[in-house]
């Protein structure tokens, strides 16, 4: 079954850090771009970043440039998006996507980051 | 880089259809024909229904269609069902600066 699974999603105060995982299965990963998307409680999706297949690019939303790194691990078939300087803002659903240009075609079920003191 | 603009709501009866507009601007929507649509159930990952702004991914039923003209696209829904009842989200290529924007999103009710 081709699927994406993310992981890694915490309560974390304002300032600190988190690391998200996304592990991809039934596919061969290595020739995809994977993209990270969110959606605040309530609230419409967000797109947040992208890497292309081999890591080498990388873009992101102006909202979390400078403080999100988004990697990947493809001998490991897994994605990360290393979140640093956590915002109360940053509170969301976080969801990996596979997708070019074109779409979105498989999401994970996405991980809760909480930001909160 | 702004959201695209979508209803707030939309609804029709079981049998009815249902339109929903997505408009941007000539450097998303009107420059590229990579429009998808998304269906995203309460508590659920979103599904891509649509995508290159009328190509329907194997699985989707016809009901679903989609359509651009200049910087607005359009997702309709015909023969509504109850399990179309959920909200649903555009969504356009950008180029390489801004990358990709969603749009608003839209509450469809089966009535």
């Known amino acids: 079954e081709v699927q994406l699974v993310e992981s890694g999603g915490d309560i974390v105060q304002p300032g600190g850090s988190l690391r998200l995982s996304c592990a991809a299965s039934?596919?061969?990963?290595?020739?995809?771009?994977i993209h990270w998307v969110r959606q605040a409680p309530g609230k419409g999706l967000v797109w947040v970043s992208r890497?292309?297949?081999?890591?080498?690019?990388?873009f992101y939303a102006d909202s979390v440039k400078g403080r999100f790194t988004m990697s990947r691990d493809n001998g490991k078939n897994t994605l990360y998006l290393q979140m640093n300087s956590l915002r109360v803002e940053d509170t969301a659903v976080y969801y990996c996507?596979?997708?070019?240009?074109?779409?979105?075609?498989?999401w994970g079920p996405g991980a809760m980051v909480t930001v909160s003191s | 880089q702004s959201a695209l603009t979508q209803p707030p709501s939309a609804s029709g009866s079981p049998g009815q259809s249902v339109a929903i507009s997505c408009t941007g601007t000539?450097?998303?929507?009107?420059?590229?024909?990579?429009v998808s649509w998304y269906q995203q159930h309460p508590g659920k990952a979103p599904k891509l229904i649509i995508y290159?702004?009328?190509q329907r991914p194997s699985g989707v039923p016809d009901r679903f269609s989609g359509s651009k003209s200049g910087n607005t696209a359009s997702l309709t829904v015909s023969g509504l069902q109850a399990e179309d009842e959920a909200d649903y989200y555009c969504?356009?290529?950008?180029?390489?600066?801004?990358?990709?924007?969603f749009g608003t999103g839209t509450k469809v009710t089966v009535l």
């Open positions: 290159k702004v009328n």
């Open positions: 996507a596979r997708g070019d240009s074109e779409a979105y075609d498989i």
């Open positions: 969504c356009s290529y950008a180029g390489s600066a801004n990358n990709y924007v």
């Open positions: 890497i292309d297949n081999d890591g080498s690019v990388t």
């Open positions: 000539s450097s998303d929507v009107g420059a590229y024909n990579y």
């Open positions: 039934g596919f061969t990963f290595s020739n995809y771009w």
